[in-house]
């Protein structure tokens, strides 16, 4: 821009003295001037309007005189839209692009700022989590969002993050953290996040910690204690809350809360909670801890504390059609080994079309077995059950006061117990090969 202006201005120059020299041009005459160069007075250059830079958006008006040149956008520029527009522009912008945006001009700055305070919910997807979470730039991230309600961070959290929510200062409304599938996520984070300011345990009423295969139950415990009495802590899908109706007994219920708290209504085996729960395909595999097993005779007093059966669930679609099932109820295929404490690690591909409450056999092939009348079923090796769940009401999916006291009192009578060296390291796998020698 500057070398066009003294290129214009060079030609005008040397075209007014030039016909200074060679007296009245055609177009009409020219004042007269002194013949001592000395004296000339140099002639005013005046230039049309501003040339607008090449590749650029903007236009460059000439300031007025006094006045001090201001950059302003043209009609096609991001910053000649609405503020409203450009708020809503930038609210499905990710957090780390609209950090960029907070260092590009006050105008994005100040849009950006407003944009993250008043940001309700985050949901981190994995195609994007490294860019929204850099480690070192956590605090300075969650301190933009002083308005959050709800964070999702999918399968992303670490101890580390949980470390800067302890101070009431950082997102300090903040109602619902979700981290399932954490694998990053352990103990230590739980009990960090334990240790939050007073007004934190009052506000938080949601944790998702479901698949965090570092974590266990019994570090959700303190948190019961510490955080209000409506706080909702979450290890298993949705679909598993509630009560089971099983073909076993008469009328059988078993009944499952969100922690993974379950309760059965028979006298023996029949509370406990869910150790963990993993993924092997497209079923689940749990392991269930007992704090009512009573040992068989002869077998070892540490049976009690080992003795963890588990099962394989699958959820079966609905396809509208009245097949059995209630109001609100879906149904799910439970697969259990007949033998044996491990849950199978599949259930038979097609599943099988069971009406509700219905069962059936399979060998260890995979075959279906008919039951046999007077024998029972000698070579069944897998029972698949499709139980009916009723899910339980928005208030209700925390278990009651009462059993989690009885399941803090076994926790800690077991922690005594592997303390004292009282109980088998390899207790649930040699119970399992205990009962398959004996079939």
Request: hydrophobic share 35%; proline share 9%; aromatic share 8%.
């Given at each position: ?273 869910v150790r963990h729960l993993r993924r092997e395909g497209n079923v689940l595999c749990d392991s269930l801890q007992y704090i ?63 009406e509700v409450g219905g069962q059936a056999y399979f060998d260890v092939e995979g075959n279906p077995v008919a039951p046999a ?67």
């Amino acid at each position: 821009w500057g070398w066009r202006r003294t290129q214009a201005a060079s030609r005008t120059n040397r075209l007014t003295m030039s016909d200074a020299r060679e007296g009245p041009s055609q177009q009409g005459a020219l004042p007269s001037f002194p013949q001592n160069p000395s004296t000339l007075e140099q002639p005013r250059v005046v230039l049309g309007p501003r040339l607008e830079p090449p590749n650029q958006g903007s236009q460059l008006p000439p300031a007025a005189p006094g006045e001090e040149k201001q950059w302003r956008p043209s009609s096609h520029h991001l910053l000649s839209l609405p503020d409203d527009i450009l708020r809503n522009v930038l609210s499905f912008v990710t957090l780390h692009d609209r950090a960029k945006a907070l260092q590009s001009c006050r105008s994005l700055k100040r849009l950006a700022e407003l944009v993250d305070a008043s940001t309700l919910e985050v949901d981190v997807c994995s195609r994007s989590a490294c860019d929204i979470f850099p480690y070192r730039d956590t605090a300075a991230l969650f301190a933009r969002l002083h308005g959050l309600l709800s964070l999702d961070l999918r399968s992303h959290a670490t101890d580390t993050m949980l470390t800067f929510l302890r101070d009431e200062d950082t997102v300090p409304n903040l109602k619902r953290l979700c981290m399932a599938g954490s694998q990053l996520l352990t103990d230590a984070g739980l009990f960090e996040l334990g240790e939050s300011s007073e007004r934190r345990r009052d506000t938080l009423e949601y944790i998702d910690i479901t698949f965090c295969n570092g974590t266990t139950y019994g570090a959700t415990l303190p948190l019961r204690r510490l955080f209000s009495n409506n706080l909702v802590i979450r290890r298993q899908p949705a679909w598993l809350d509630g009560q089971f109706r099983t073909p076993f007994g008469e009328g059988e219920v078993h009944t499952y809360w969100a922690d993974g708290t379950f309760s059965f209504t028979r006298p023996h085996e029949s509370t406990g909670y869910v150790r963990h729960l993993r993924r092997e395909g497209n079923v689940l595999c749990d392991s269930l801890q007992y704090i009512d097993f009573d040992a068989p005779p002869f077998w070892p007093a540490w049976v009690k504390y080992c003795y963890r059966p588990g099962v394989a669930l699958q959820r079966v679609p609905s396809d509208g059609a009245d097949d059995g099932l209630n109001a609100g109820e879906h149904s799910v295929l439970v697969g259990q080994l007949l033998i044996g404490l491990l849950p199978p690690m599949g259930l038979p591909s097609p599943p099988p079309a069971l009406e509700v409450g219905g069962q059936a056999y399979f060998d260890v092939e995979g075959n279906p077995v008919a039951p046999a009348p007077d024998d029972g079923i000698p070579s069944a090796h897998l029972m698949v059950s499709r139980m009916p769940v009723m899910p339980p009401s928005e208030g209700h999916l925390m278990p009651p006061l009462e059993l989690i006291e009885r399941i803090e009192a076994f926790e800690a009578e077991m922690l005594e117990e592997i303390r004292q060296r009282r109980i088998h390291p390899l207790g649930e796998e040699v119970i399992h090969e205990a009962l398959l020698q004996n079939r």
